[in-house]
Antibody, heavy 121, light 113 residues
Framework: EVQLVESGGGLVQPGGSLRLSCAAS????????INWVRQAPGKGLEWVSG????????YYADSVKGRFTISRDNSKNTLYLQMTSLRAEDTAVYYC??????????????WGQGTLVTVSS | QSVLTQPPSVSGAPGQRVTISCTGS?????????VHWYQQLPGTAPKLLIY???NRPSGVPDRFSGSTSGTSASLAITGLQAEDEADYYC?????????????FGGGTKVTVL
């Protein structure tokens, strides 16, 4: 059974940093594109970032480009999202989501339960 | 403002048929990129409902169906049930001169009357 478990969320001040993790199990982690998708309170889903399998190509939404860095450690079956220069509008539940295969024209067949990031003073 | 446009809400009585539209453009749905649908029950993570425009993952009831036409897509729920009350999101891929990215619709809340 595929499992994705996010951690690392919490309260951070504007301008601060936070690193999210997503521990994966139940599938061959290194073979798949994994993404971060967020959902602000009471709002819809927003794709944030994605990273390809072994090659490690990265993709970012314009709203986070230059501030967030996605990475993965295939030896630990773990995905990361390093978030810096955080803003109030980054407040959201962050989900990691496994893509069925590649990055382009693909869908998310498994999702974690999410971790809440709150940016506030 | 979402790249894909969905109605904020739809409603129907138990047993009825409801449809949710997802309107895109020539840089996403109209360019031939597939549309996928997710169901999000209150307080839970999204769940894949339809992939590749019209395919259901194992375990999804055949009451749910998807279709595309031109720059739009639709999700239909027939024989509406109380457990279908949830938020529904369409997703596709967008590629233009400004770049390429995964895109979601703004979501549609389905209410069972």
């Amino acid at each position: 059974e595929v499992q994705l478990v996010e951690s690392g969320g919490g309260l951070v001040q504007p301008g601060g940093s936070l690193r999210l993790s997503c521990a994966a199990s139940g599938f061959t982690f290194s073979r798949y594109v994994i993404n971060w998708v967020r959902q602000a309170p009471g709002k819809g889903l927003e794709w944030v970032s994605g990273i390809s399998n072994s090659v490690g190509s990265t993709y970012y939404a314009d709203s986070v480009k230059g501030r967030f860095t996605i990475s993965r450690d295939n030896s630990k079956n773990t995905l990361y999202l390093q978030m810096t220069s955080l803003r109030a509008e980054d407040t959201a539940v962050y989900y990691c989501a496994k893509a069925y295969s590649g990055y382009e024209n693909n869908w998310f067949d498994s999702w974690g339960q999410g971790t809440l990031v709150t940016v506030s003073s | 403002q979402s790249v894909l446009t969905q109605p904020p809400s739809v409603s129907g009585a138990p047993g009825q048929r409801v449809t949710i539209s997802c309107t895109g453009s020539t840089s996403n749905i109209g360019a031939g990129y597939d549309v996928h649908w997710y169901q999000q029950l209150p307080g839970t993570a999204p769940k894949l409902l339809i992939y590749g425009n019209s395919n259901r993952p194992s375990g999804v009831p055949d009451r749910f169906s998807g279709s595309t036409s031109g720059t739009s897509a639709s999700l239909a729920i027939t024989g509406l049930q109380a457990e279908d009350e949830a938020d529904y999101y369409c997703q596709s891929y967008d590629s233009s001169l400004s770049g390429s990215k995964v895109v979601f619709g703004g979501g549609t809340k389905v209410t069972v009357l």
